[in-house]
């Protein structure tokens, strides 16, 4: 995939080493020296999320097992290959993109490699880059500062030439709730609407709601892992 243009939004990206510490995508990556990266974050209710994170060189079980002896998570292998998989891990807490995402940054990647973690955010011109920092390795103490670098933030991954294909498998009922999602600020950081929001504007329960959009990200991840991937920091050290 070539790289894609700046938007002309100046940006901070920090980059953070996460080499200790309970976090399954860094110690699975040790234990079974395989790479596991973090695909996609999406909000699943007002304070659960979910995250789906593809593994290479290693059964997606041993990441979703690791994953579950935190109680506070629960993990599901989507879909696997013959070297790795794709795995969604829903969490509440304890997560460093989330925190970041919280603190006003908007994650990246997130990716475990042979024992070592990075995790990656762009922080826009609005927010104090140092309060991001000091936020983050105020709750990740383990964690240290590797990069801080001002550029211009680059376009999503999958750009509006990519909807249509991204979006064919999706039932006209999931594509309504999806947009209805997007519209209402559902998935901004911070979030614009509830899934009770949602759900009376759609006249559904949230049972249903939340039944749509699973159906409805679990196809589009799917799609998504099946493009060639590149890693976004190949890009920062352009």
Known sequence: MSQ???DGRAVTRVEFDLSDGPYPFVSVSESESC??????????TDDTYAEFFSIEGARPDRLAERAEDDPRREARVLDR???GGLVELDVQDSCPAVSLADAGAVPQTARG???QGTV????????ETAAVIEEFLASYPDADLAAKQHRESIVPLFGFQNFAALTESLTDRQREVLETAHEAGYYNW?????????????????PTLHKHLRAAEQKLVAAMFACPHEELAADSDS
């Not at 990656?120 to 927010?127: F, G, I, K, L, N």
């Open 190 to 206: 911070p979030r614009g609407a509830t899934a009770a929001d949602l759900a009376d504007r759609l006249d559904i329960s949230e």
């Open 113 to 115: 490699v042979d024992g």
């Open 81 to 83: 290959t013959s070297d």
């Open 4 to 6: 894609q243009p700046g």
């Open 120 to 127: 990656v955010a762009d922080v826009p011109e609005q927010t």
């Open 35 to 44: 790479s596991v990266i973090l695909e996609k974050c999406l909000p699943r």
